[in-house]
């Protein structure tokens, strides 16, 4: 059995190979190291991180920034740490995700499963409404909210969410339940069901994918928005966003750099562990078709 | 069980007229089968009759209700999809008794039902899976249950078998037609398979370009096709097309082929050839019409034996089929296997015209009838 093929490994295939390997890691570093510098940061003293460099190790676990960054660090006038902040963003959050992801499976269910007249048009709409930039939308938001009677509330800023996000859900559930075949609709209303029990009882339990990409996308672009946040909110409805940059700027003495580096890895957080938790899904969904046979 | 009137239904989409005024009425219980050519309009004409699309003009009506504009869960009729349009989310049993729980039957019954289908079916097994644990031949029989179990007024079946293998395909159109005999529903049924067409059929439409070309039994279609469409739609090997010159001759009239020789012909209807005396029609002749020379047959009426020159053979096992040509038409004979033909070679064939049909050559419209 001499002539079983074997792979040619040649001396230059190894050498382009373990390149490879280094541009990876190299950019992989380049990519995390802002980060182990802001943790490693946190866990110094003032006076370590003065006399330090910028990568140097802490020589002892030091959580005091940690804590003062949760309840005691100054925003503004107040100084009550990030702590409160962060369940505002999660009130905000919550709501904003929940209702746009609905409305945009409701959405996406109308526009390919129960087409109307102009429903196209509807749709193309909508997709007009991805690629509209923040700050347009900013004084018009502005004077809705104020004729609502919502200004500077979370329920505002939670409407502002949900009216910006509905044209992404919507495109999200739309592409997934084209892919669900017409038959099914019209099987379920051959068997007597209405408009939203098939949505409930047919297309909802074969969304999971879909859902789960559109709650991530919509949790990270919510937690993470900062011009929303800044221009609707009132004092006491601030997201975590704008709660980090009024510590960042407010100082009496002496910059605490740990402190910083803790309160952004906080606000952070609960991005992160959604994509640690759920990053996998994430890609899964978007590649998923709906239904087989 | 309910009657199904189709009267004059035009179904347009924006300026394309798909349905150009169907009209089809059958009684209550019998099995209508649609044919035609992909595009014709099948599926559009099931899902007006179903009430999933708006007709754009004319009236439907089941029994005596006119349902036109009714929607289709109100029409009480059951589909059975290509696809099979299982839920994909719930189990076999859900998938069977999701009808009747929208129509709020109480859940013993609903129970009792699924076991009643599931036992009809053989299913009683699979109960228990997901559409996506089945075959295709189990999904299919699912599909059928679903539809059964609400014991609708009407049945819709859309190509249920075009996705099965050959074998159970066989399989099931004897359990369809067994179930039809049993329960004596009103079905309508699309097929392209000319089988199932012909062994299912109480009525048969043929289709072609949103127009009914010809409605009526398996065999008044066959035998007596009422243009050149319908009588090359039906039938496998299709019927063949013989050009033929219409000669007079002993004060009536006949059909002079070009066959290996030219050969003259006696056609069982004489005198509707009369305006078309020196004319060349297509001779209308199903292949298991040409034959070897039969004894039995020998002198009878309608009976020639005539030389042709074989161009192909193909064996089917029963029977073998030799290709020849008559002036440009392809010509199926339908022969014995022993029969020795052989390509290249000419030999003797028996034409029984007792049933042939005559064909306008220009416009495609039956002449003899
Ligand atoms: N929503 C629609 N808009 C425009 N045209 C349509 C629409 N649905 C169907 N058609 C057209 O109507 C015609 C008939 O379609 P239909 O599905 O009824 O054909 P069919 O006879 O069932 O064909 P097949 O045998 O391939 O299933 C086709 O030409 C199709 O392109
Ligand atoms: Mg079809």
Redesign the pocket.
Known sequence: MSNVAKRQTSTLDKVLRIALYVCLLGMAAVYLAPFLVMLLTSLKDVEEIRSGTLLSLPSSLNFDAWSKAWSGACTGSQCEGMAPYFFNSFQIVIPAVAISTLLGALNGYVISHWKFKGSDVFFAALLVGCFIPFQVILLPMARTLGWLGIANTTTGLVMVHVVYGVAFTTLFFRNFYQSIPVELVKAARLDGAGFFTIFYRIILPVSTPIIVVTVIWQFTQIWNDFLFGVAFSGFDTQPVTVALNNLVNTSFGGKEYNVDMAAAIIAALPTLVVYILAGKYFVRGLTAGAVKG | MASLTIDNVKKR??Q?E?LKGINISIEAGEFLILV????????????SIAGLEDVSEGRILIGDNDVTYASPKDRDIAMVF?SYALYPNMTVAENISFGLEMRKVPKEEREAEVERVAEMLQIGHLLKRKPAQLSGGQRQRVAMGRALARRPKMYLF??PLSNLDAKLRVEMRTEIKKLHQKLGTTIVY?T?DQIEAMTLADRIAV?KD?EVQQLGTPQEIYDNPTNLFVAGFMGSPAMNFIPAKVVEQNGSYALELQAATPTIVPFPKPDSLKAHVGKEILLGLRPEMITEPQPHKEGKEFVVTADIDVEVTEPMGADTMVLTRIQSAEVNCRCNPAYPARAGEAIAMMFDTSKAVAFDKDNGQRIDN
């Open positions: 989409y924006g394309t798909i035609g050519p992909s595009g014709c309009g099948k599926s559009t004409l099931m899902n290509q859309d190509e699309v392209h289709m949103g």
